[in-house]
């Protein structure tokens, strides 16, 4: 997945915007200001932290090399995908999905109805 195509994803979710606040080559995607995904360059390549299950965060860990503990994250509830080409681009949707609906999880139920009724 290029860096192009992994943005019109984020941006595809419901009321997302794309922020700088730590520098031009960190993407920061936030839904009612609240982060669930953030792109950057980490040994030469992309990685994609996104908000996971801890429980999911684990088994996804054993299967996939590229897919560790958050990079400067929380560990538990953060992973990192590196775009080592290992890592489906679908599996990288549903984890993309899956950190979104988390954050909007944690919202106000008026916040969760007006964004999912989009999703």
Wanted: proline share 4%; net charge neutral; glycine share 6%.
């Amino acid at each position: 997945m290029k860096l192009e195509e992994l943005k019109k994803y984020l941006l595809s979710k419901p009321e997302t915007v794309e922020t700088f606040p730590f520098g031009d080559d960190v993407h920061v995607f936030k839904v009612k200001n609240k982060m669930f995904a953030l792109i950057g360059q980490r040994n030469d390549l992309m990685m994609l932290n996104l908000k996971c299950d801890p429980d999911e965060a684990l088994a996804l860990r054993d299967i996939f090399p590229a897919i560790t503990e958050g990079y400067h994250m929380d560990k538990k509830h953060w992973i990192s995908v590196y775009f080592d080409g290992t890592v489906p681009v679908g599996e990288v949707q549903r984890l993309i999905d899956n950190s979104f609906l988390l954050v909007v999880g944690k919202m106000t139920k008026k916040y969760q109805k007006s964004l999912l009724i989009h999703f």
